[in-house]
């Protein structure tokens, strides 16, 4: 098969037992399309959408709605860390940031998304909480937003890396 990196994976079903935010997004293909990166059974890895505060900053979301770690079945914490780590590697190497902060607090939507957020040294808006003010500036529109240009470069790439194994971690022997 042929691989095309202006375009998403194809969007199958999805298993969301209630309604939220995230699962709505999971729900509405055409918008998913535009921002998603690379998916499996359990897990859904995404550019944040728009307006989008620093290029990179992405989301790894639970398929299953869950509200946390505590809610994992066996196989899905056997793989979080695998797969929170190869994103992570995914970020960092498309963007070019010096390290990858984390977050998830779960109270905005009760659906497990973490944030992959990438911090770069020079760029104080994204040191440690100021990334929270950056959040809120931008969607307030007193910071501007990434450039949808931008963003469709970033995610050309990353869907190439994701599509070519960069998402399965390495080879195991």
């Given at each position: 098969?042929?691989?095309?990196?202006?375009?998403?994976?194809p969007v199958d079903s999805i298993d969301c037992s209630e309604h939220c935010a995230i699962c709505?997004?999971?729900?509405?293909?055409?918008?998913?399309?535009?921002?998603?990166?690379?998916?499996?059974?359990?897990?859904?890895?995404?550019?944040?959408?728009?307006?989008?505060?620093?290029?990179?900053?992405?989301?790894?979301?639970?398929?299953?709605?869950?509200?946390?770690?505590?809610?994992?079945?066996?196989?899905?914490?056997?793989?979080?860390?695998?797969?929170?780590?190869?994103?992570?590697?995914?970020?960092?190497?498309?963007?070019?940031?010096?390290?990858?902060?984390?977050?998830?607090?779960?109270?905005?939507?009760?659906?497990?998304?973490?944030?992959?957020?990438?911090?770069?040294?020079?760029?104080?808006?994204?040191?440690?909480?100021?990334?929270?003010?950056?959040?809120?500036?931008?969607?307030?529109?007193?910071?501007?937003?990434?450039?949808?240009?931008?963003?469709?470069?970033?995610?050309?790439?990353?869907?190439?890396?994701?599509?070519?194994?960069?998402?399965?971690?390495?080879?195991k022997s």
């Amino acid at each position: 098969m042929a691989i095309n990196p202006h375009t998403p994976p194809p969007v199958d079903s999805i298993d969301c037992s209630e309604h939220c935010a995230i699962c709505e997004l999971h729900s509405d293909v055409e918008h998913l399309r535009e921002v998603e990166i690379w998916r499996n059974r359990h897990w859904l890895l995404r550019h944040h959408p728009h307006p989008s505060p620093l290029l990179g900053w992405c989301l790894l979301d639970a398929r299953r709605h869950l509200a946390g770690a505590i809610d994992f079945l066996g196989d899905e914490a056997d793989e979080w860390g695998t797969v929170v780590q190869q994103a992570s590697k995914l970020v960092k190497t498309v963007s070019g940031c010096d390290r990858v902060y984390l977050i998830a607090f779960g109270e905005g939507a009760r659906h497990l998304h973490l944030h992959l957020i990438p911090r770069f040294q020079e760029d104080q808006r994204s040191a440690a909480w100021s990334v929270a003010d950056l959040y809120r500036d931008v969607e307030a529109g007193r910071q501007r937003l990434v450039q949808t240009e931008n963003v469709q470069e970033f995610l050309v790439t990353a869907r190439l890396l994701a599509q070519n194994g960069f998402m399965s971690g390495p080879n195991k022997s």
